[in-house]
């Protein structure tokens, strides 16, 4: 089994030092609501209260992104991002795009 990759928000993690930047990296994903999730979201909207549908679409987005970034570090050869950040933007009617994005680098102890 590989080394585990190591994702933080914050710059630096505690007892380990950068050995190597390798580069900014990013994951996304593009995820639409559906008739189902846009009427559901209607209703929600009228009645207020959570818009669940809109965040289960937008919770199952950020973690396809997360993957897909794990995925370009794992490809660089890096044991740790930094600086992870999302983005999220409504594109075109009902269409949501999270973006994830930070700096792959090769941590040691």
């Known amino acids: ?45 009228i009645t207020g209260g959570k818009g669940t549908a809109y965040a289960m679409e937008i919770e199952k987005a950020r973690k396809e992104a997360l993957e897909d970034l794990k995925n370009e570090a794992k490809k660089l050869g890096a044991n740790g991002v930094l600086s992870i950040d999302f983005e999220t933007a409504e594109i075109l009617e009902g269409f949501i795009l999270v973006t994830a994005y930070g700096t792959a680098v090769k941590l040691k102890k």
Do not use: D, H, N, W
């Open 1 to 45: 089994m590989g080394e585990e990759l190591i994702l933080a928000t914050m710059p630096m993690i505690p007892k380990y030092e950068v050995e190597e930047v390798l580069g900014v990296i990013y994951g996304s994903s593009t995820r639409t609501r559906g008739l189902g999730g846009r009427f559901v979201s209607g209703i929600q909207s």
